[in-house]
């Protein structure tokens, strides 16, 4: 089962008239053409089915996806740097996704 996050709308997460928003994590595998990107992604929880979640962040006008814990591969399989606790992925640059558990 997913975990369940409250994000905030607004930077200043210590005002109470806040707006907040509860997404679901979700770890998936990321094809890009040089590389494999293994990571959590949020997904608004109202989408039951991941392929219609995945679509709406990608109709989305934002270019960048933000994602958490990543490692990043070759397509090779070799690792490339670390982990980084949070990483923006380009969406023009995604060519598959795959989520990598059962939890949608």
Request: charged share 25%; net charge negative; proline share 4%.
């Amino acid at each position: 089962m997913p975990k369940t996050y409250a994000m905030t709308t607004t930077a200043a997460s210590a005002r109470d008239d806040e707006e907040r928003v509860d997404l679901d994590s979700v770890q998936v595998a990321l094809l890009l053409d040089a590389c494999r990107i293994v990571a959590t992604i949020y997904l608004a929880p109202e989408l039951g089915r991941f392929s219609e979640a995945w679509e709406s962040i990608m109709r989305d006008h934002r270019l960048f996806i933000p994602v958490t814990e990543a490692t990043v591969a070759t397509l090779a399989g070799e690792a490339v740097g670390g982990r980084a606790e949070f990483m923006q992925v380009r969406k023009a640059d995604i060519r598959a996704v795959c989520p990598l558990d059962n939890s949608r």
